[in-house]
């Protein structure tokens, strides 16, 4: 099926504007752990980073099918999306969620690049993938609400001026389904730093800048409670279908960069005489990881389009993610290797893609937890937690 004019016009400009932030930029950052403040600005400025806010908000009001093409060609071009792609997804709590009044506050300035909104906190060190059991606690205290906890792994909070928190509000023993008794809250995270918030970076494998989070008796307004107590696991879960879809873009996007590296190296890369892509050792694997990236861009999209007519995606929105991510670690170890010992050599950037795309099989969910997904809600097979 040919792409609509719109989407091709989407995946030209974005491609242009990545053009001016060469792979030595994305290389000097991972060297440094650096932010990518000027291209994210430029992302913003153009439009592409809030085109999913809508258009009375001041941003284009397009679909994640869009998101995601943007998202795709942001890491084809070489560049890492991590640096900011939460912006998309997780303004949509707030977007989906959040009152009049709260939209009014955030999403016009989201959209002019005045705020960032760029991070999300769930994951914590003693409970991880368990997130009903999550144990940081949002106490309400006459207009406020009173946060102590731990979070772990959340990325680009320093380069956020606000954060959505998922915290308990009622003991885990007093709720009736274990989806009650979790809230969502918008967090001023200058307005926090220092007056109960203390963050930490975490070196890590990649340039993700994620850190740790200690809530000491942090006090936030009652008035940053996104939706209603008690029901923000179904504030967030909206949100992660967005992600998992857009994280699936990306992995296509990843998969694409490694197969053009590859066959490109393949056909110029001569040994023995010729072309090392002239032998099938080095063709085939080549080929086949074409074969499965697009095969994961279909799932993508249909996960992308689902969501957009609003219908319910966990299952594809899982398995895109889950395909995408496979498919494109494949395409990095097959890229890997057809470079031979050159792809060592940083100034390849094979390595950094291949390091990047490797979280993928386990954030923002493991593939483990995935297939039990799949098993449980569309196979009805034995849940097993
Ligand atoms: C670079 C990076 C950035 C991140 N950014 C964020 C962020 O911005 N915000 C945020 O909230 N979180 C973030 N995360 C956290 C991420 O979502 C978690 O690491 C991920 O969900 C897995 O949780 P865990 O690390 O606690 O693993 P665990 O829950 O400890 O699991 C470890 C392994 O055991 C497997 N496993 C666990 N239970 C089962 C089971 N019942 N059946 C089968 N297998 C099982 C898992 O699949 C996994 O492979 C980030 C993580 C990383 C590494």
């Not at 439009?47 to 869009?66: D, K, R, S």
Request: hydrophobic share 40%; with cysteine.
């Amino acid at each position: 099926m040919p792409e609509a004019d719109d989407i091709t016009e989407i995946r030209h400009s974005v491609r242009q504007l990545c053009g001016q932030y060469g792979e030595d930029y994305w290389l000097e950052l991972d060297r440094t752990r650096g932010y990518p403040t000027e291209f994210v600005r430029e992302l913003t400025a153009s439009g592409f980073l809030t085109v999913l806010i809508p258009q009375q908000y001041g941003g284009a009001g397009l679909g994640v099918y869009e998101a995601s093409v943007i998202m795709e060609e942001v890491c084809r071009s070489g560049a890492h999306a991590g640096a900011c792609h939460a912006q998309m997804y997780v303004m949509g709590s707030v977007l989906r969620h959040g009152s009049e009044q709260q939209k009014q506050a955030y999403l016009p300035k989201i959209a002019a690049g005045e705020l960032r909104l760029q991070s999300f906190g769930v994951t914590e060190p003693t409970t991880g993938t368990d997130t009903l059991s999550l144990k940081t606690f949002a106490r309400r205290d006459g207009d406020e609400y009173v946060i102590n906890g731990q979070k772990v792994w959340i990325s680009r909070i320093e380069h956020s001026d606000l954060m959505v928190l998922l915290a308990r509000t009622t003991p885990q023993d007093q709720v009736q389904k274990k989806t009650d008794g979790l809230s969502a809250f918008i967090v001023d995270v200058a307005a926090a730093q220092g007056s109960g918030l203390e963050i930490r970076p975490i070196e890590s494998m990649i340039n993700h800048h994620s850190c740790e989070l200690f809530f000491d008796d942090l006090r936030i307004p009652a008035g940053n409670l996104l939706g209603v107590e008690g029901k923000g696991f179904k504030v967030i879960l909206d949100g992660m279908n967005a992600e998992r879809i857009l994280i699936g873009a990306e992995c296509v996007g990843d998969g694409r960069y490694f197969i053009d590296k590859a066959s490109a190296y393949a056909t110029e890369r001569h040994v023995f005489g010729r072309p090392i892509g002239q032998n099938q050792g080095v063709q085939f694997p080549i080929a086949r990881c074409y074969a499965e990236v697009d095969a994961a861009s279909l799932m993508v999209e249909r996960a992308a389009r689902m969501f957009d007519a609003g219908e319910p995606c966990g299952a594809e929105a899982n398995m895109a993610k889950m395909l995408a991510s496979e498919a494109s670690w494949h395409a990095g170890d097959v890229c890997m290797q057809t470079h031979g010992g050159f792809a060592f050599a940083k100034e390849y950037h094979i390595e950094r893609k291949f390091r990047e795309t490797r979280l993928y099989q386990i954030a923002p969910i493991s593939t483990n937890l995935i297939l039990s997904y799949i098993g449980e809600h569309v196979l009805k097979m034995p849940r097993s937690f």
